[in-house]
């Protein structure tokens, strides 16, 4: 059975692999996150997906 560490990792090593396959980061910006902590990461990550929300909504409308 999978420790919480380990559960946090594994999600975290989805959110990044999604993030990149869809261009939303980087391979720069993920270098940068790779030197913080999990808790910068995270409000990076929650940045990245409203940002990403909005644009949608600025295309549907349009």
């Given at each position: 059975?999978?420790?919480?560490?380990?559960?946090?990792?594994?999600?975290?090593?989805a959110?990044?692999?999604l993030?990149?396959?869809?261009?939303i980061?980087?391979h720069?910006?993920?270098?940068k996150?790779t030197k913080t902590?999990?808790?910068?990461?995270?409000?990076?990550?929650?940045?990245?997906?409203?940002e990403?929300?909005?644009s949608?909504?600025r295309?549907i409308q349009t």
């Amino acid at each position: 059975m999978l420790g919480e560490e380990d559960l946090k990792v594994n999600c975290i090593s989805a959110a990044i692999g999604l993030l990149i396959q869809h261009n939303i980061i980087t391979h720069q910006e993920l270098d940068k996150l790779t030197k913080t902590n999990y808790h910068v990461f995270y409000h990076f990550l929650m940045d990245k997906l409203i940002e990403e929300e909005f644009s949608k909504d600025r295309v549907i409308q349009t």
